[in-house]
């Protein structure tokens, strides 16, 4: 029980200085701003709250990434696509997927083994000369209000707290942390807007007969509506995003909702992650009763992160809308290009929700094949902010887009485009919300980020 008394907490920190730009993060954001701006001859600190990088890829078990072509070509490179071709070089893809998944393919996933993922991120931050501090979470920042300007994180890990000053810094938490510590405005989900996308707490399975199993997709819902009629989970959700192959008897499921967890409060976590086992289980014992080659399925494991789908959002210098995504604008300044149908979950499991949750993905907020929307740099920075800037699913976008550009993929793009620029504002003198973007996008387009727009402009694109 928290008392209302407060308390005073001093504390003398000892300072650490050298570094030029820390991320804070190692989610697929994370990881593609450390490496971005290190190859660009900047020393990155990046601070990770986990024991590894990739974020819900890993720590998430999030085992697949979506879709990075659009039919026609890859929109997603740099980076991203530097990891996936490397994983695939060393078999660390699915077995028997064909590599057109994400060079060519229309809304196809590539799943992959997470454990391989781990070793190529370890491998990739070493390589560019990043150094990494596992373990370590970021509890305050010190901040020139102002001015709008970061001066310094307060870090806290097994050797106790740190002070790191930096010329710039890159929030790449998911739940913008950093930002909002610092002042930045912020849209939370369930105080800002009506309701919270559920979370989902992901697992692996083994012991799967993919041949036999190819005979039945659960998620057209009958036998999970059979199992629901017979009393068999703990909520009746309808929904289930089904099984996906990892390896050859394994599988990764990304099932069982978490509704109306407010990601930023201990105790919906604690509870969420709670229920997310006892639903993974249940899942269990119905794959093994009715999903033909999943009799003798096993549990490996829950995930050790919740998959948060949103939490809390910046209020950028641009606001991506689904307006947007919808007539495919593309951005003089856009740093990434991308064609994911718009993801929005059923807020609750009933069964108005879930057909509701049909109609609604039946309205078509999806892209053809051969189309994209643009991803403009201004959603990455904080309004008024010099030397900070935000990557990943905490960006500054509506909610509908967001059910878009929350994935991993999109968030690599921005997290290489958000590196790139703190590292031009470094050298130049050049502040986050004043960056000359024509150099920047012809940075990333040399470190091969696919941007095929024909305009470009020295100014961002704002709100």
Known sequence: MTSSIGFKLERTIPVDEGYELVVAGGGPAGVGAAISAARLGTKVLLIEATGCMGGMGTSGLVTAFDPMANGEQMLVGGIMREIVETMYSRGYMSPGIDPNCWRKFYHRWSPFRVEGYKRILDELVVQAGVEVRFFTRLIDVDVSAADRTVNGVVTHNIEGYRFIKAKAFIDCTGDAILADLSGAACREAGRDTPNIMPATLPSLFVGIDWEKKRTVNEQK??????????????????????????????????????????????????????????????????????????????????????????????????????????????????????????????????????????????????????????????????????????????????????????????????????????????????????LDTEELVETLRKANAFLPQTSLSSAMTRS
């Not at 978490?258 to 086992?277: H, Q, V």
Request: with cysteine; charged share 20%.
């Open 221 to 434: 819902g009958a036998e999970v509506r059979q199992a629901i009629q017979a009393g068999h989970f703990t909520q009746p959700d309808p929904f289930l995003v089904g099984m996906s192959k990892v390896g050859h008897n394994v599988g990764y499921l990304n099932g069982g909702h978490l509704f109306n967890l407010n990601a930023l409060r201990c105790r919906d976590l604690t509870e969420g992650i709670m229920l997310g086992r006892k639903i993974a289980e249940e899942y269990l014992h119905f794959y093994r009763k009715y999903i033909p080659g999943c009799e003798n399925l096993e549990h490996v494991t829950t995930a050790s992160l919740i998959g948060v789908r949103e939490s809390r959002r910046i209020v950028g210098e641009y606001e991506l809308n689904i307006n947007d995504y919808m007539a495919k604008r593309e951005f003089p300044d856009q740093i990434g290009v991308f064609n994911k149908f718009v993801d929005i979950h059923p807020y609750d499991y009933s069964e108005e929700a879930y057909q509701r949750h049909l109609i609604e993905k039946e309205k078509s907020f999806k892209l053809k094949e051969g189309e994209y929307f643009g991803i403009p740099y201004g959603i990455l920075v904080p309004k008024g902010w010099n030397n900070l800037w935000v990557a990943g699913r905490c960006v500054s976008s509506d909610v509908m887009v967001h059910g878009s550009i929350r994935v991993q993929p999109a968030c690599s793009m921005m997290g290489q485009a958000a590196g790139t620029a703190a590292v031009q504002a470094i050298r130049t003198g050049q502040t986050a919300c004043t």
